[in-house]
């Protein structure tokens, strides 16, 4: 039986494709973004689906009206998976603590919040939604409050850089959602010297890594202060200096 003291997180980075799809049966899987596609041709379930962008779930509708994915697989995902992000997302939260969409704040309130993300929940087992906290250039707000995400963003001299999403938000997510976690494993993440799987694309890749170097020392700060060990099985990760044991 599985538990939430070990996770697996799953990215859009070319290697999970060398991932073995029978391991995530073993251990607690959370899918991020893009990396959903990845389960659906594989015809498996993660147990946690979680997004950022919400232009990532309008992929995923898409995908399912115009019958990318089978109905055995949706089937899946409806018994086994939970829909899981923050609490401000299709509110006008969103946008107040600096993140925006390209179709702008009142689709993302009236549209994606409305009609959007009550349809997405409808294919899932589960929703659960968790409160966050957005710092600048830290993840000091965790050390106030544990129970809240503590997103990541990177604003200098009144300007806003792009931001690393495992760095900045899968791993602030997990960290306060799971209480009793001590190891995570991680794939399809880092993976900057190869394209996305979903896209075959590398754009927003520099700033990933800047991004990266930002937090570093912070993020493994992060993990030590919660006892939480980082392992990569992607071994050639940008973010193999994160990874450590007790």
């Known amino acids: 039986m599985k ?44 147990d946690y689906w979680t997004f950022l962008d919400p232009n990532s779930t309008l992929y995923f509708l898409e995908n399912i009206k115009s019958g990318v994915y089978s109905k ?3 089937s899946k995902i409806k018994n086994n998976t939970t829909l899981l992000y923050n609490t401000f997302q299709g509110t006008d939260d969103f946008y107040n603590k600096g993140f925006t969409t390209s179709r702008g704040k009142q689709w993302n309130t009236n549209i994606f919040g409305g009609e959007v993300l009550p ?8 929703v659960n939604t968790i409160s966050e906290y957005v710092n600048n250039n830290s993840y000091d707000s965790h050390y106030i409050d544990r129970d809240a995400s503590a997103l990541v963003k990177h604003i200098l001299d009144g300007t806003a850089y792009n931001t690393d999403k495992f760095i900045c938000f899968v791993l602030p997510i997990v960290i306060s959602l799971f209480p009793e976690l001590y190891k995570v494993y991680s794939v399809g993440f880092g ?24 937090m570093k020392t912070a993020l493994i700060d992060l993990l030590k202060h919660n006892n939480i060990e980082l392992e990569f099985i992607n071994k050639n990760t940008y973010f193999k200096d994160l990874e450590w044991k007790k």
């Open 72 to 74: 055995e697989w949706l």
């Open 3 to 46: 538990n939430n003291k070990q996770i697996l997180l799953l990215g859009p980075g070319a290697s999970t494709k060398r991932f073995k799809p029978s391991d995530v049966d073993k251990i607690t899987t959370i899918s991020f973004s893009g990396n959903i596609d990845w389960f659906a041709s594989n015809n498996i379930s993660c």
């Open 191 to 214: 993976d900057f010297n190869e394209p996305r799987i979903n896209t075959g694309t590398t754009l927003g890749y520099e700033g990933f890594i800047l991004s990266y170097n930002r």
């Open 119 to 126: 349809e997405l929940g409808k294919y899932f087992k589960d």
